[in-house]
């Protein structure tokens, strides 16, 4: 009866140690678990914080060319209105020249049919 009584303190031994060493693998995994959890809420954060850095650069990167955008249409407008501008400045100056050339051109007849 000692030696069955041996044997199971044996057993019951055996089973604790392998509890125990059971429970101190479990606390060390769950310590892993628990830092890797912490780690990939600190990147999660820092990848939300980026993102929201990307969305406040492409906002204002949109709001810079709204700006630039109009400024440019502003700027063609301005210079197509030059660019009529002289145009008529253009077309009037052609039609001075030819009434200017066209009264020459009448003098010289006049002239010419004085001296013939």
Do not use: P
């Not at 693998?25 to 954060?45: K, N, P, S, W």
């Not at 197509?80 to 009448?106: I, N, P, V, Y």
Request: glycine share 4%.
């Amino acid at each position: 009866m000692n030696d069955i009584s041996d044997r199971s303190e044996d057993a019951s031994s055996k089973v604790e140690e392998h509890i125990k060493s059971f429970h101190g693998v479990t606390a060390t995994v769950l310590r892993d678990i628990t830092l890797a959890a912490q780690e990939f809420e600190e990147h999660g954060r820092a990848l939300a914080q980026a993102a929201a850095a990307i969305d406040v650069s492409n906002r204002q990167a949109s709001e810079a060319m709204a700006e630039r955008r109009q400024s440019l249409d502003t700027l063609v407008t301005h210079l197509d209105g030059k660019a009529e501008d002289l145009d008529h400045r253009l077309m009037r100056f052609a039609g001075l020249l030819k009434d200017t050339f066209d009264a020459s051109e009448s003098r010289a007849r006049e002239i010419g049919s004085l001296i013939v």
